[in-house]
């Protein structure tokens, strides 16, 4: 998180893209209409003039477009990947089995939209902050499908594993954890920290759903360049705060989820799910390294301990 200790500008950035996204990419299978919901006013100006193709006239107004614009394209394949993973977890094993644990929420709707979650507790862990503003913002949506238990966490400094279990999250119970967009953010330590507590509290039957950065020379180009760009027009970058401190090969993620007892079912670059779902891939390179691992643990495998 941003040294201030602030609130996450890139959970509003990926809300941005799903505000744009809705309706319009990947239709029939991508819908988030609590996104817009979501955003304060003038969150919402750069949203409305991508959705309207109205490319803004000056600098700043123009990188605040192509960055919420290449977000949105992003988040169609991301959202609809994961919602799936979702989906099959709770076909598998009913509503009344399964618990979904939502690690650096931010602005994240599905526990307003998405409607397999219903009967279905839902924890969202987030940084203090980010969670504090979220609370406030949600105060405007209409009833969830699945109100989330709130469980302030920074994975940096406190105790992911006691905090849950203070929340009421099983270990007894399959989980499907989400990891949408935050290990960018965590140093490897961390990262591998959080494994291990989610190790620890999944049962047989639990999903794990990652979505990292893996380190192609292309990415970390097109981050570098978001970044001079944004000083050059004097705009904000999101990511000043919040800079990249891990990306993985997928080998080196492959074999962190192995360590925790699970298996890995897929794992995706972004640039091959938008092919996938017919949405737009204008920043190939950056498509290409973002990656979504979904990794089981088996049913009939040991309970965690
Ligand atoms: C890009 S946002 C992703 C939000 C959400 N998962 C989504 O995809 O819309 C990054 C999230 O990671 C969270 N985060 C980053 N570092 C964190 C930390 N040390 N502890 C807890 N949360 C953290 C932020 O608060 C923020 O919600």
Same mark, same amino acid.
């Given at each position: 998180m941003g040294g201030a200790g602030g609130a996450s500008r890139t959970a509003i950035l990926v809300c941005q893209g799903r505000a744009v996204a809705h309706g319009r990419l990947a239709p029939g299978r991508f819908d988030d209409p609590t996104a817009l919901a979501l955003l304060r006013p003038a969150e919402r100006v750069a949203v409305e003039q991508v959705r309207a193709d109205a490319v803004p006239v000056g600098a700043r107004p123009r990188m605040a477009f192509e960055m919420v614009r290449a977000c949105g394209d992003a988040m169609a394949p991301r959202t609809v990947t994961i919602d799936d993973a979702v989906r099959e977890v709770v076909a598998r094993h009913? !509503?009344?089995? /399964?618990?979904?644990?939502i690690l650096g929420a931010g602005l994240d709707g599905r526990a307003w939209?998405?409607?397999?979650? !219903?009967?279905?507790?839902?924890?969202?862990?987030?940084?203090?902050? /980010?969670?504090?503003?979220?609370?406030?913002?949600?105060?405007?949506l209409a009833e969830p499908v699945s109100a989330p238990v709130y469980v302030p966490?920074?994975? %940096?400094?406190?105790?992911?594993?006691?905090?849950? *279990? !203070?929340?009421?999250?099983?270990? %007894?119970?399959?989980?499907?954890?989400?990891?949408?967009?935050?290990?960018?953010?965590? /140093?490897?330590?961390?990262?591998?920290? /959080?494994?291990?507590?989610i190790a620890a509290r %999944?049962?047989?039957? %639990?999903?794990?759903?990652?979505?990292?950065h893996s380190p192609t020379p292309g990415f970390a180009l097109g981050r570098g360049a978001a970044a001079v760009l944004s000083r050059l027009t004097g705009s904000e970058n999101p990511m000043a705060r919040e800079p990249n401190r891990s990306a993985w090969t997928p080998r080196a993620m492959g074999r962190a989820?192995?360590?925790?007892?699970?298996?890995?079912?897929?794992?995706?670059?972004?640039?091959?799910?938008?092919?996938?779902?017919?949405?737009? *891939?204008?920043?190939?390179q950056s498509l290409r390294g973002t990656r979504i691992l979904v990794a089981d643990r088996p049913a009939g495998g040991p309970s965690p301990g």
């Open positions: 009913g !509503a009344a089995g /399964t618990q979904v644990v939209q998405l409607r397999e979650l !219903a009967g279905i507790p839902v924890f969202e862990v987030d940084h203090p902050a /980010t969670q504090r503003e979220k609370r406030e913002r949600a105060g405007g966490v920074d994975f %940096s400094r406190d105790d992911l594993g006691d905090a849950l *279990a !203070a929340a009421g999250h099983r270990e %007894s119970a399959p989980t499907v954890w989400i990891w949408e967009g935050v290990v960018p953010y965590l /140093t490897r330590g961390q990262t591998l920290g /959080t494994l291990q507590v %999944s049962a047989p039957g %639990s999903r794990l759903i990652i979505q990292y989820v192995a360590a925790g007892g699970f298996t890995v079912t897929r794992d995706d670059t972004l640039l091959v799910l938008a092919r996938r779902f017919d949405t737009p *891939a204008r920043h190939r």
